[in-house]
């Protein structure tokens, strides 16, 4: 065991191997902040962790004890807490069952006991959570299998066995042990660990848009015109496949039979003020102009006959990052970074496993590291420029914190998306329940509002050509028939997307305590509240910021939603009364609904809503005292574009006293119009 920093430790069992996370993906750990913070022991005697061989794999035992819970393990849709569970982490796009298939499966658990192990490995991993105990170990001997059963099915904790890592192939590993004051602070320092949370630019947190696939430039034209002239609010227009000349594999070549002269379309679309955004993913096309300079430096397999780069290596990257680059300089903000989580079983595509990489990556650990080093090399291309930049991705897994990618999927299952922010967020990941199709205007209302307070709020229109306000079902929308009361639908969205552009000067202070601390922005409520039990295993309710707690409605749950309020006084944000937390409340619910409430003693900032952020936007702030003590709030004012934020920003604070709000010298992003108390 070595003390790598406060409260973080390496231990290495057996020959660990060569290519891991942790070699291949280079963190830059944030070492100051970490030793800044105070000093923990590991909370398990060192001796009661032990390791053993088996053909083919490497097993380590971890103690757990019978009061904690576990948690993370990457984007898991289908649990949130995995005590008692047994998971096999492989990437896959399809993760139908809770099996631990995952977009973005992440070696690594948080547990409430206030610490938190990654598992230095790119293999399919195993890890039995509790769920098996070995028969004479200490557990079996001190008669561990009469606790912990109290909830869950009686087989989920039966047992409370340690905890098993199975791994593959390997014959040694490094486990990287982070502890903390309470689980919120251990995984914090996780992602310290890994360059600490990323802030994105500050037009990121609005809402992006994502246009017909089959689109031309006219009808980017017409969508663009009636957002800004329906006054819904877009920041980011994103063009899905057939922007490209090829794209199942890609050329990433403007088509230009289709977007003739598209230059001066990224020209008009940023006039109007959007940002835009490109569909891709890493398959090279032969006819790409990246193609034959790839070829040394790809994989010995093709997916959809294209070359699989090898991001591993240098010139991969710097090949790959120097074609993008001419993108960028043409206007292009973002991309997102789809199909690099493969497809085992379902869909049948993606590389094997066998497959060989010039690195020295197989398959198997190319699958786990693919996302990353995909996200690495375009993060490049922008940090040159000293811009920022802002998207989606479909693969990713440790270290994910600084990158400025947000996880999305096919799959569409409403409850599934809520819980996927929960699990995402203990495990140094952001998630989006993008909203695409809708069976109902109902079905559409509540897929928004969840969407409004999640890391990125995404309408992913790629399969229709109407906005779905004006129409929400596929075929009819696709056929050009507007909804007869369509205005009244768009309104309703309206206002939903408005709420998002309210939130975002108090998302944008919450990411940059991501940044800043490694406290993630969107947290379910056992990472504030780890000793609460009934808040353990609730993956519908999440805290935004400080004070700021929002339960989603999910979709076809009925028209009642419960909610629990953590200990502590809460006021309910839409009718401004006061309720006392430790129990469940119980709130009739109607399409659109979003309930949130605001802790005691919290000084809430919401602004006007813009329909999109300039360079130049002022927030028009309405301030809001919760209780009857003195509160206070900091909001970040920057550039909100450049990499500049790294040399420091300019922290607003603002102050509700007994005699009103204390307010600081003017600054230009940021004035306030409103200012009341609510007791
Ligand atoms: C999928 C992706 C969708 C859409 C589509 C276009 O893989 O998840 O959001 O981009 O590709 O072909």
Redesign the pocket.
Known sequence: MEKIANGLYRLTFGEPEELTPVSVLKPEPRFGELNARPDYGIPFPEEEICCRRRAGSFLVEVPLSPEEDLYGLGLMLKSFRQTGRKKLLRAN?DPAADTGDSHAPVPFYLSTAGYCILIDTARYVTLSMGNCKIRGSRQDREGFESAGTEYGHWWVKAGSGNLFIDIPAARGVELYVFCGEDMKDALARYNLFSGGGVLPPIWGLGVMY?AY?HGDRERIYTLAKELRKSEMPCDIFGL??GWQTH??SCTYQWDEERFPDHQKMLTDLADMGFKVNL?E?AYVNPQSPVFEDLKPYAGDQYVWDGLVPDFATEEAQRIFAAYHAGLVREGISGF?L??CDNSDFTANWGFADFTQFPSGLDGEQMHTLFGALYQKTIIRVFEKENVRTWG?V?NATAFAAPNPYVL???LYDHEDFVRGMASASCSGILWTP?V?QAESEEELLVRIAAAVVSPQMVI?S??VKMPPWVQWDTAKNLEGERLPNADELTQKCRSLLNMRMKLIPWLYAAYYTYYEKGIPPIRPLVLDYPDDQTARPVYDEYLLGEGLLAAPVIFGKGDRRRIWLPKGNWYDYDTGFRLEGGQWMERKVRPGDLPLFVREGTLLALAEPEQYIGEHTCFRLHLTAYGAEKCSLTLISDDGVSCCYQKGVRKIQYTADRDGLVEPEADERYCVVDYKRII
């Open positions: 796009s994502r696939m899905e496949p794209f199942y569909w993913h997102k789809d199909e989606e479909r999305y999927s096919d993008e695409r992913n790629y399969q």
